[in-house]
């Protein structure tokens, strides 16, 4: 079992509020089983975070890495304003 360290936490009126109630509720055996779960929250939102962000580092990277030539403004703005007319339309036909 790793090693447990005993730290010490400054916390807002409310934040203490809220940890103090949630024991005090039964949803939680302690105060320090609040922290480790808001702890581990906390690391499993910056695993989720850092995944997004290499996804979004990924697909940057394909798109400089696309050899097809870029479009210009009015190119992608037609484009676009195609995309949004088919989607309006297939939105039509579904609510008919």
Known sequence: MPQSEKISVTMTPDMRRAVRESVEAGEYASTGEVL???????????????ERLAAIRARIERSLD?????????????HMKQFFEQEAKARDNAAA
């Open 36 to 50: 480790r779960d808001a702890l581990r929250l906390w690391l499993r939102q910056r695993i989720e975070d850092a």
């Open 66 to 78: 696309d050899p097809r030539p870029s479009l210009s403004a009015d190119d992608a703005e037609a």
